[in-house]
């Protein structure tokens, strides 16, 4: 059953905006396709034959458009708020911190190591944190308001 090792992440996103087709029946569809493929490990040794450039495309047209659905969400967020541009400069600075540097947290226990291991998973972690920081607060505060303004009238 491990014969096609692959896994999807953020590759989802790109091949949506790629291809348009966003109902979760082509969904299933591909996952049954790939553990079908999983049982027979000849068609796993012919993937392994593709060459590296033909990848290597392919992965340009994805992980762009990946890229640029990125900009295209942060585009909607309030740049002028400096809490979300702290964000984002964390967020990218940690996610490639821990790409272009892969023993940046090398003297963490294995269990914190394992989230520190994939750029996207220390950025991604990184934004979701400092969200929580700088957003929880005034969003309890901009709820509540309501409520006092109802008990002075």
Do not use: W
């Amino acid at each position: 059953m491990n014969a096609f090792p692959y896994t999807t992440y953020s590759q989802n996103v790109g091949l949506v905006q790629l291809s348009g087709v966003k109902t979760r029946n082509v969904i299933y569809a591909a996952a049954a396709f790939l553990v079908l493929l999983g049982f027979v490990p000849k068609i796993a040794a012919v993937a392994t034959i593709i060459p590296a450039p033909v990848l290597g495309g392919a992965m340009l047209a994805m992980f762009g458009t990946v890229i640029a659905y990125g900009v295209k969400m942060l585009s909607q967020v309030d740049l002028a708020m400096q809490e979300n541009l702290l964000i984002i400069a964390c967020s990218v600075g940690i996610g490639l911190g821990v790409t272009a540097v892969p023993n940046l947290f090398a003297e963490l226990p294995a269990g914190l190591r394992i989230l520190t291991d994939s750029g996207i998973v220390a950025g991604g972690l990184t934004a979701i944190l400092l969200n929580a920081v700088f957003h929880f607060g005034k969003a309890r505060k901009s709820a509540a308001l309501p409520l006092q303004e109802q008990k002075i009238s």
